[in-house]
């Protein structure tokens, strides 16, 4: 059975700072892995998509590798800022629909 | 950007009864899928769906549960009798291809369900 495991499960920064995020999962026969950011009582936003065949993707400030065979994902920020903060959700799509997902990390960037 | 839109944000329902949490998928899309997250757990998959009928379930959709398209727009989560342990923020989301198509997964805001 897949497991998705997220670590740091929180972090604080001060505003500036680049950081990364880590994501692992114990079964390499993914379709793709999707990065969201979760902000308090609110949905998922879907943030980055690396398809399996893929090592990384970039949207402005954020980057996510991907190591299929070690089973590991990154999410880099460049540049924290305050609205960042929120909760950082590393999913796997296993199966022909299914995304199994991590617990999360709790980013806070502080001013 | 189109949106994946959830109706209600709140529900407080008696245990014991049926709720109908519904979302209306992004218009385009074919697949439609429901999740749930326990307060302070994972987000967990609950079930998938594709041309009118369930493409794959968890083991946590069970009987108590089932899902229907009654229209071109809408898509709804029933929950018969419900038991406090159903309490959760339900998720619905949308793709436009599934399957091994490389496409996000598009959520809503979620429905938030109390049980009392």
């Known amino acids: 059975k897949q497991e998705v495991t997220q670590i740091p499960a929180a972090l604080s920064v001060p505003e500036g700072e680049n950081l990364v995020l880590n994501c692992s999962f114990t079964d390499s026969a993914i379709y793709n892995l999707q990065w969201f950011r979760q902000d308090p009582g609110k949905g998922l936003t879907s943030l980055l998509l690396?398809?399996?065949?893929?090592r990384e993707q970039t949207s402005g400030r954020l980057n996510a590798s991907l190591d299929k065979s070690s089973g590991r994902s990154t999410l880099y920020i460049a540049a924290s800022q305050p609205g960042d903060s929120a909760t950082y959700l590393c999913a796997v799509k296993v199966g022909y629909s299914t995304l199994t997902f991590g617990k999360g990390t709790m980013l806070l960037v502080s001013p | 950007e189109p949106e994946v839109t959830q109706t209600p944000s709140h529900q407080v329902t008696q245990m014991g009864q049926e709720v109908i949490l519904r979302c209306v998928p992004i218009s385009n899309h074919l697949y439609f899928y429901w999740y749930r997250q326990i307060l302070g757990q994972k987000v967990e998959f609950l079930v998938s769906?594709?041309?009118?009928?369930?493409?794959?379930k968890s083991e946590i959709f069970d009987d108590q549960f089932s899902v229907e398209r009654p229209d071109g727009s809408n898509f709804t989560l029933k929950i018969r009798s419900t038991k406090l342990e159903d309490s959760a923020m339900y998720f619905c989301?949308?793709?436009?291809?599934?399957?091994?198509?490389?496409?996000?997964?598009?959520f809503g805001d979620g429905t938030r369900l109390s049980i009392l």
């Open positions: 989301a949308s793709t436009a291809r599934g399957g091994s198509g490389n496409q996000p997964q598009h």
């Open positions: 690396i398809q399996s065949s893929q």
């Open positions: 769906f594709y041309n009118n009928e369930i493409s794959e």
